[in-house]
Every structure is written in structure tokens, then in C-alpha cells.
């Protein structure tokens, strides 16, 4: 499974951005696919994650300002994000997994920056 990750730039806060996270398979062949972000001189975190169900979750600091969709006819999945804040600056990485067998297998894409100057 590849995953192409776009989207990223410079915005200013409050400005909106639209990542995209396009998979070289179908994506309900997956179970989940997520967002995870780093910013500089921080641990990559969780983001928000949609299962092949549509089942959403957001981390708090998100919610209500990121939304999650998937276009499978694409393969791929979207994060639409409002309101964005400084704190949002990170590179952005999208993430797949899929259950083989009793283990899941995990891939990552290559991240993308976006970056909110106040």
C-alpha cells in the first residue's frame, strides 16, 4: 500500500486548507485511515482517523475544526481543516492499516507541511 499525501502550504490563522491522502489500493480495502502530525521539535501525535465504516475520531484539540471524508471512487481520503491555528503548524502524515490475518499491517505516507503564521 502506498499513500500519497498533498494539500500542505502557508496559511494565516483562521485560514482553511484541505489535505489529501490518495492510496494505491481501494480504501475500503482498509480498516482505518488517519492523520497523524509533527511539529517541529514534538512527538508525532494523533490527528483524527476514519474507519472503512465512516466511523470518525478527532483528538480534542481538533475537533469541530477538522473533518474527515473519503471519495472511494478516488481512493482517497480527505481532511478538510477550518479555522486553523499556529498550533496547527506540523507536518502532516497520513496513515493506513489493514488487518491481515490476527496482525495489522500499518503504512505511512510521506508528509506534508503546513505551516499558520498568526
Known amino acids: 500500500v502506498q499513500l500519497q499525501a498533498s494539500g500542505g502550504g502557508l496559511v494565516q490563522a483562521g485560514d482553511s486548507l484541505r489535505l489529501s491522502c490518495a492510496a494505491s489500493?481501494?480504501?475500503?480495502?482498509?480498516?482505518?485511515l488517519a492523520w497523524y502530525r509533527q511539529a517541529p521539535g514534538k512527538d508525532r501525535e494523533f490527528v483524527a482517523l476514519i474507519t472503512n465504516g465512516g466511523r470518525t475520531k478527532y483528538v480534542d484539540s481538533v475537533q469541530g475544526r477538522f473533518t474527515l471524508s473519503g471519495d472511494n471512487a478516488k481512493s482517497t481520503v480527505y481532511l478538510q481543516m477550518n479555522n486553523l491555528k499556529p498550533e496547527d503548524t506540523a507536518v502532516y502524515y497520513c496513515?493506513?492499516?489493514?488487518?491481515?490475518?490476527?496482525?495489522?499491517?500499518?503504512?505511512w505516507g510521506q508528509g506534508t507541511l503546513v505551516t499558520v503564521s498568526s
Open positions: 489500493v481501494d480504501i475500503l480495502s482498509l480498516d482505518a
Open positions: 496513515n493506513a492499516a489493514r488487518k491481515t490475518g490476527e496482525h495489522y499491517s500499518v503504512y
